[in-house]
């Protein structure tokens, strides 16, 4: 169990393998837990392919974590705990945040906490790239969607009604988890990932978050990955690259059974800069 700030906390974090220095820091979904199946499939397949620790962790409310009310600042608070967890035990870490879904707004929000918020060198330097999977432009447009809002509510934290109050927060007079607001401040590779067949967060927002970022002149370059999968890259304001993968028939929980979702992330990974 890592504290946070308040009365939260996260858990999840075991003991980092000396010899790793890439890890993915995975902010999950809204459903359930850190334990859910898919998300299982995905650390063992991230692990296995690029040779890397990867630490999943639980808001608060949510798992095994503290019984606490989860909010946008707490749930980010718990993922900044875990971050800094990291950097204390390995401080030669080279973490890239992978947000899903709801995750993708916890990910964006601590991205930028790193790099605009003010935080010391190690912490700010260590994150070196940024993986937004099934991404919203924020709680308000996603909750705009039937399937979207009924997903935010399902089987969260402290049960459904801890799913509401968060997302009641989330839909306030600030519009919280608004991650077309900060995605233009992060300035690290980024790659947003979404399936065509996702009825709980709709592709276009990706398109549009994509669409949202400061880039250097009009150019993008479009590649087929396969028959199925278009990744889009350009080059950001801030000079890192900047990537889009659309994987037709891909759903919302399954991207990891696409192999072009870790063909698109081998390239992030040889983008990401030395420090």
């Not at 606490?68 to 980010?76: F, L, Q, Y």
């Not at 996603?142 to 809002?149: G, K, Q, R, V």
């Not at 459904?160 to 968060?166: A, F, H, I, P, V």
């Amino acid at each position: 169990w890592i504290p946070s700030n308040g009365d939260g906390g996260a858990t999840g974090a075991g003991e980092m393998p000396s010899s790793s220095k890439l890890v993915f820091l995975y902010a999950h979904g809204n459903a359930f837990d850190r334990g859910q199946r898919h998300r299982v499939e995905l650390y063992q397949k991230l692990r296995d392919q690029f040779g890397a620790h990867v630490v999943a962790f639980d808001y608060r409310g949510y798992g095994d974590s503290t019984l606490a009310i989860p909010t946008e600042d707490g749930v980010v608070d718990d993922a900044e705990a875990v971050y800094g967890w990291i950097i204390e035990r390995h401080p030669d870490a080279r973490v890239v945040l992978w947000g899903h879904s709801l995750g993708s707004g916890v990910a964006s929000a601590l991205a930028v906490r790193l790099r605009r918020g003010g935080r010391p060198a190690p912490l700010r330097e260590a994150l070196r790239g940024v993986v937004l999977e099934a991404p919203f432009r924020s709680a308000v447009f996603a909750a705009t969607s039937f399937h979207a809002l009924k997903y935010l509510l399902a089987a969260g934290p402290l049960g459904r009604e801890g799913s509401y109050r968060l997302v009641k927060s989330a839909m306030g007079e600030e519009d919280n988890f608004d991650t077309e607001a900060r995605i233009p401040l992060v300035d690290r590779p980024l790659i947003m990932v979404h399936g065509t067949r996702d009825s709980s967060i709709p592709h276009y927002h990706s398109e549009e978050l994509f669409q949202a970022i400061p880039k250097q002149g009009d150019v993008a370059d479009h590649e087929r990955l396969s028959a199925r999968a278009l990744l889009t890259t350009a080059t950001a304001a801030h000079g890192h690259p900047v990537r889009m993968l659309i994987i037709d028939s891909a759903s919302h929980n399954d991207l990891h059974h696409f192999e072009e979702l870790f063909e698109s992330t081998s390239r992030l990974l040889l983008d990401l800069p030395s420090s």
